[in-house]
DNA sequence: CATGAATGAGTTTTCATTCAT
DNA sequence: CATGAATGAAAACTCATTCAT
C-alpha cells in the first residue's frame, strides 16, 4: 500500500512531465489530452486516472513553478551577507531556475493567460507568486539601502521593475529564441544595481 | 467606390475594437467569434463580411500593437536631444501608449501565447517587434555612451533589460491589477539609467 | 420576426415528436442525440439549437405528457352528469389519450424511471401528475357516492386504485403488445365501479 | 467442491443485493460498476468473477423478482379454499411480496425499462411474468364465477385489470412515497372484488 | 450586404471490461 | 481468487464556418 502511493505520484509526476513538454512545445490551448497521453506513451483514458481535467493539467503546471520558485524565495532568505550580495543572488537564483527547467518556463505564457481569466477548478493564483518576488526583492532593496549600498527611498516600485527585467527578459527569449538567457542574471543586476550612467554623470532622468 | 472601402474599413476597425474588448475581458481562447459580434452589435456572420477567421481577429489585434509600436519607434527617433533624454522619452512614450490603450495591452498575453505556437494564418511576428524595440533602445544606449552620459559598452544585452523592465512590470499588472502603471514609467528610466546604488556606493555587483 | 417565432417552436416540436418516436422504438437509454438528429432528418448539432440537452429532450416528453393529461382533466370536471359517469367518461379520456400518442405512451416507463432519479435539469415532477389524477377521481368518487351511485366512504385509496389500475395495464401493453388496449377503459369502468361480484353474492373478501 | 459451490454462490448474491440496493438509489442507467462494488465492499473488477457485464445484474434482479413472484403464483395454486378467497390471497401474496423487497420493488421501473428494449444478454422476459399472473388470475377469476361468488363473463380483461391494479399502485408509489403501500392488498381486493357501487345501485355503466 | 440557422469536425470526459500482479 | 490500473470505444456537447434567404 505504501508503494501505491509513491507509484501513483510517481506516475502523476511522469504525466505532468509529458504534458509539460507539449505544452512547451504546441502551446495550452493546441494541447489535447490525446497528444499528452501519447507522449506519456500511455492511453488517454489513463491520464484521468492521475488528473481530473485538462485544466487540472496546467494547475499543475502551475504548482510545480509555484514550487520551484518558493524553494528560490526561500534560500535567498537565509543568508548574512550584505543585501545587495543576497539580491544578486535571488536574481540569480530566480534566473536559473527558469534556466534548468526551460519546458516549464515555456509553459509560462499559457499560465499567465490562464491566471487572468480562469479555467474553473484552480485560480492559478500567479498574483501571489509575483506579490511574493516583490515582497522578498524590495525587502532586501530597503536593506540594501539601509547599509548604504544602495540610495535611499528604494521599495515596491523599484523591486517591480526588478521582478519585471526578469519576465520581461523571459518574454523576449519565449518570443525569440535567439535572445540568449546566458548572461540575463548578470546583466539584470548590473543595470538595476549599478545603473548605466557613466561614473560621475548625470544623476536623474 | 471610396466611402465604400472607407466604410469597410470602418466596420473592420468596430468590429477588431469590439474584439481586443471582448478578448481582454474573457481572454482569447474563451471568446467565441459569437461573443465578438454581440458586442460589435452585429450578427455573427457579419464577423465573416470583415474577417477571414478567429484567428483573423487575434492577429489584427496584433496589427494594431504593431502599429502602435512603430508610431512610438517613429517619434522616439526623430529628435535632436540628447540620447538618454530620447531613451527616457521612448521609454515614457512605451508606457504610455500601452496605458493608452489598456484592453489592447491586457490582450498582449494571449498574442505572446499564440505569437510562440502557430495560429494559422498569420505567424504574429511577435520577434519583429521586440527586435525592433531593442534595436531602437541599443542604439539609443550606444549613443547615450558615446555622449558620455552611459558607460561604455552598453549594448543588445542591456536593451533587453530595458525592454524586459517594461513588459515584465506589464506582466505583473496583467496578474495582479493592484500593481500600478503609472509611475512606471519613470521608475523603469530611474532604475534602468540612473541605477539605484547610493551615490559613490559599489560599482559594480 | 413573427415568423421566427413560429419556426423556432414548430422546430423543437418536430424534433420533440422525432425524439418521441425514437425512444419509444429504443428506449430513452439507448437513444444518441444523433439518433434523435436522424430521426429528424437533421444534423447532430442542430438539436441543441432547440434543445440544451439530451435530458431536455426528455424533459420536453414529459412536458407534452403532462400537458395532454392537463387537458383529460380540463375536460374532466366541465360537466353537469352524474359523477359515476363523469368519473367513466374521465377514465375513458385517459385512456384515450394514452392511445391516441402511443409513442409517447411507450416512453411512459423512461420518463417514470428519470422521475425516480433525476436527471439534473427538469426534475419530471411525475408526482404531482398522477396526484392530480388521484386527486379528481378521489373527488369524483366522493360526489358519486353522495349521489348514492357508490358506496360510503371511498375515497383517496380507492382513487389510487383506479388510477393505478389504468397505468398497470399500461404497464403491461408496454411488456407485450400482445394484450390490448382498446376495451381497457370498459374494463376498468365496469371492474371498479360495477364490480366484478355476482348479483346478491357477497359483499366483502 | 461443494463449499466452493456454495460460496459462488453466495458471493453472487450478496453482490445482486449490493446493486439492486444502489439501482434502488440511483437507478440502473445511474449505476456504475464500481457503485455495485463499493456497496458490496469488493474491488471493480470482483464483480467480473460473479457476473459477466453490468446488464447482466440487472439480469439477475429479474431472475430474483421472477423467481419471487413465482413463488407466490406457486403458493397460490395450492389451496382448496373458495376461489374468491384465493384470488384475494394470491392479490395479497403479491403485494406482500413487493413490500418484502422495496428495494427489488424499486428497480422496477429499470426492469421495465429493459424489458421493452434489449440489454444485450437475456432479453429479461417481463412479458411471461405478467402474462402468468394473468393466467392465474383469469383462472380464478373463472373458477369463482363458476362457483358463484363473480358474475359470469369475466376473463382475461378482467384479469388484466387486477393485476395491473397492483402494478400501477405501484407506478404511484415509486413516483410518489407519499402513497402507502400498506392497505394497497385490502382495498385492490375491495375494489375490483366486491366492486364500489352502492348496494342494489345501478349495475353498469 | 446582413443574418442566423444548419452543419459536422473535433474534444473532453466517462466507464465497462480486461488482465497483469 | 482479488485487485485496481490501464484501455479505448462511445457519447455529449461546442463552435467555427458556411450559405440560403
Known amino acids: 500500500m505504501a508503494p501505491k502511493r509513491v507509484d501513483r505520484e510517481a506516475r502523476r509526476e511522469e504525466i505532468l512531465s509529458a504534458a509539460v513538454r ?6 495550452f490551448a493546441a494541447t489535447r489530452i490525446e ?5 506519456a506513451g500511455i492511453a488517454k483514458g489513463s491520464v484521468y486516472l492521475s488528473f481530473g481535467s485538462r485544466d487540472e493539467l496546467l494547475a499543475a503546471a502551475f504548482a510545480r513553478l509555484a ?11 537565509a543568508q548574512g551577507a550584505p543585501a545587495v550580495e543576497r539580491l544578486a543572488s535571488l536574481v540569480r537564483a530566480a534566473v536559473a531556475m527558469l534556466a534548468d527547467e526551460p ?7 499559457d499560465l499567465w493567460a490562464a491566471g487572468r481569466h480562469g479555467g474553473a477548478a484552480a485560480p492559478l493564483d500567479m498574483a501571489s507568486v509575483y506579490r511574493e518576488y516583490r515582497g522578498a526583492v524590495a525587502d532586501l532593496l530597503r536593506r540594501a539601502a ?4 544602495l540610495r535611499p527611498g528604494v521599495g515596491e516600485p523599484e523591486a517591480t521593475v ?3 527585467a ?3 527578459c523571459l ?5 525569440d529564441p535567439g535572445v540568449r538567457l546566458d548572461g540575463l542574471a548578470g546583466t539584470v543586476v548590473e543595470v538595476c544595481l549599478s545603473g548605466l550612467r557613466a561614473e560621475g554623470g548625470p544623476t536623474g532622468p
Do not use: P
Open 146 to 149: 539601509d547599509e548604504g549600498d
Open 162 to 164: 526588478v521582478v519585471g
Open 67 to 77: 514550487e520551484r520558485s518558493a524553494d528560490v524565495l526561500a534560500h535567498a532568505s
Open 103 to 109: 519546458d516549464l518556463t515555456r509553459v509560462m505564457v
Open 171 to 175: 518574454v523576449q527569449w519565449l518570443m
Open 22 to 27: 507539449v505544452f512547451a512545445r504546441r502551446g
Open 35 to 39: 497528444d499528452v497521453a501519447a507522449e
Open 166 to 168: 526578469i519576465e520581461g
